[in-house]
């Protein structure tokens, strides 16, 4: 079993940035395919946020924080970090990291296999 485990959460305001991160622990092997982080805010569908291939690190960002983020990994301490700048109102949600072991498109959550608990980010105005 993979356990994924967020920190970096909480309030900011508007203009600020906030740095998360999601370390990656498991009782065996495990090898990744992908990590990313994704969003949901209260009433709205879970969104993509950024994304990595493992091996390649190759990243991709969603339409919402294109330009102002940036995913990086440290391979050895087996965490991907997010970092979002110019924090607007609309970026409030959960934040979930996840990490897929298979083949498969980085943006889509339903082939994720493993979840992290979340972490609120709230950005005041």
């Known amino acids: 079993q993979v356990q994924l485990v967020e920190s970096g959460g909480g309030l900011v305001q508007a203009g600020g940035s906030l740095r998360l991160s999601c370390v990656a622990s498991?009782?065996?092997?495990?090898?990744?395919?992908?990590r990313a982080w994704f969003r949901q805010a209260p009433g709205k569908e879970r969104e993509f946020v950024a994304g990595m291939r493992w091996i390649t690190g190759t990243t991709y960002y969603g339409d919402s924080v294109k330009g102002r983020s940036t995913i990086s990994r440290h391979v050895g301490k087996n965490t991907v970090y997010l970092q979002v700048d110019t924090l607007k109102p609309e970026d409030t949600a959960v934040y979930y990291c996840a990490a897929r072991a298979g083949y498969g498109a980085v943006y889509d959550d339903r082939s994720y296999d493993y979840w992290g608990q979340g972490t609120q980010v709230t950005v005041s105005s």
């Open positions: 498991s009782g065996r092997a495990f090898s990744t395919y992908s």
